[in-house]
């Protein structure tokens, strides 16, 4: 267990410093999956056992696009995701056709799973063309026959991509929801970025969407280089202008070789403008009728697209354990606290599109790296999907664990309790007031230790590959 003091010093010194975000990819980062392969039929034998016990959880499905049009300056200047540059259309419906083959080769060990909810993301998956969403979902069906009553099917995309035929392909294709990758509506901040989208494009594609009944979402971003708080509320008032029902007000995660980073760092807002930012982003949606279900997640109830207006609205990730990740560079993610120490997994699929199609050709999984979660990796990542809906269940998480997570990491949620970030009750651990905005590091802290750990493992691990039992450090080769 941390030190409370050095949790609290950690915190003082670390709330005005630049954050990194890495909780959006779960516990651990991804740098540390060094296995490279998985006990596929394990864990296909653990789900079967599972729904014999009735205690299978809903899958969620991603399917990703390697492609994204070209921009100037590269990646938007901003994204830290694998991408591949667009080369047409026939690239890309050979690139489907092995995603086909891959989800061919789950589709008997998926065998009586039912389907929470999917999503099409990349990359940019509006690059398709009409005809193709409906292949998606025939993809869909015939790997999960079995899909939850109003699931939602989410295609992302950008505004100038969508077309009026592709949103009506879309809905016909039986997705249900769109997600745009907006970042500004002002053209001129969004222009930083080299991406050529215009007001008419996002306006358009919102009125598409409601003319054929697709929910939507907009992803915004705030902390953008030049951009001050009259600038973002500017933003987030002609969204709500526009009726916008679901918005995602993320903070810019400024990192790597980007643009941004190497080029526009001085432009950027520091962090306690950040922090204004959230602050006052917040309170507007507030006001506006709208409800925080996240860190990052603002709602307003009553969208008649929507399914949350029939049924209130439902986290999406939490209440299902697995994710199913299908094509170049998806995420899967298979744990259960009731299989025992040792039986959950990440694994990420190749980042690199030549090996991801070689495996395929070679009837294997393309997965790249993989990690074996240790009872300690398991709550962590449990925990971190919970923050970021900015609260933890304690006797939800305590039956489905076997731990409560406040004692676990009592030092560092009573040091943000003390600093008015989180609120801890015998029901709930509960980020508060600047605590969501915090999310990274609070994740930061949550983590350290095991972090330390792992990274003492892999330095014994190396050294165990350098010298080799029986050869002195002099031999290596
Ligand atoms: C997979 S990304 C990209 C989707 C789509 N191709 C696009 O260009 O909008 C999904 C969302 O993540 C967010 N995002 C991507 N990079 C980010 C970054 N560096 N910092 C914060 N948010 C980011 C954006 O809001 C984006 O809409």
């Not at 008997?108 to 063309?129: D, I, K, M």
């Not at 790997?143 to 009506?168: H, N, S």
């Not at 009731?338 to 009837?363: C, F, H, T």
């Not at 350290?448 to 691990?461: D, H, I, K, P, S």
């Amino acid at each position: 267990m941390l030190d409370s003091t050095y949790v609290t010093d950690y915190i003082d010194s670390h709330l005005g410093q630049r954050q990194v975000n890495k909780i959006q990819h779960g516990f651990p980062s991804p740098r540390y999956w060094t296995g490279t392969t998985v006990p596929v039929d394990e864990i296909t034998e653990d789900r079967g056992r599972l729904r014999r016990a009735g205690q299978a959880s809903e899958v969620f499905l991603y399917i990703g696009v390697p492609y994204c049009i070209r921009t100037d300056p590269g990646k938007c200047g901003y994204c830290l995701f694998p991408v591949e540059e667009f080369k047409g259309n026939d690239a890309l419906e050979d690139y489907y056709g092995y995603v086909e083959r891959e989800a061919e080769l789950y589709r008997e060990r998926l065998a009586g799973t039912r389907l929470g909810s999917a999503y099409f993301g990349g990359g940019t998956s509006n690059l398709y063309r009409p005809a193709h969403y409906l292949k998606i979902m025939e993809l869909v069906n015939r790997l999960f026959p079995d899909v939850a009553a109003g699931a939602d099917l989410t295609l992302e995309g950008i505004p100038q991509l969508f077309t009026r035929d592709k949103m009506q392909a879309i809905r016909d294709s039986g997705m249900n929801r769109v997600s745009m990758g907006v970042q500004q509506v002002n053209e001129r901040l969004n222009s930083l970025s080299g991406r050529r989208q215009t007001t008419r494009h996002v306006t358009q594609s919102l009125d598409w969407a409601r003319e054929f009944g697709l929910a939507a979402n907009v992803d915004v971003i705030f902390g953008w280089p030049q951009q001050t708080v009259e600038t973002m509320l500017a933003d987030l008032r002609t969204l709500v202008s526009w009726d916008v029902h679901d918005i995602t007000h993320y903070e810019l995660n400024v990192g790597g070789p980007t643009d941004f980073a190497l080029n526009r760092f001085h432009e950027l807002p520091s962090t306690l403008s950040n922090l204004e930012m959230y602050r006052a982003g917040r309170d507007y949606l507030l006001e506006q009728g709208y409800e925080q279900h996240g860190a990052y997640s603002f709602r307003k109830p009553g969208d008649p697209a929507s399914r949350d207006f029939r049924e209130g609205y439902r986290p999406q990730l939490h209440d299902v354990a697995d994710v199913v990740g299908l094509g170049y560079a998806a995420i899967s993610f298979f744990g259960a606290a009731v299989l025992g120490p040792g039986r959950s997994w990440s694994y990420i699929n190749q980042r690199n599109l030549a090996r991801y199609k070689a495996m395929i050709d070679e009837g294997r999984l393309p997965v790249e790296r993989a990690f074996r979660h240790e009872p300690d990796d398991w709550v962590l990542a449990t925990v971190f999907r919970h923050l970021l809906s900015m609260g933890l269940d304690r006797p939800g998480l305590r039956a489905a664990m076997g731990v409560d997570v406040y004692d676990e990491f009592a030092t560092v949620w009573d040091g943000l309790a003390a600093r008015g970030l989180a609120e801890v009750t015998p029901e709930r651990i509960t980020l508060v007031g600047d605590g969501p905005f915090y999310t990274p590091m609070v994740s930061t802290l949550l983590a350290e230790e095991r972090y330390r750990a792992l990274r003492e493992r892999e330095v014994g691990q190396q050294k165990e590959r350098l010298v080799p039992a029986g050869e002195g450090a002099g031999h290596v080769g």
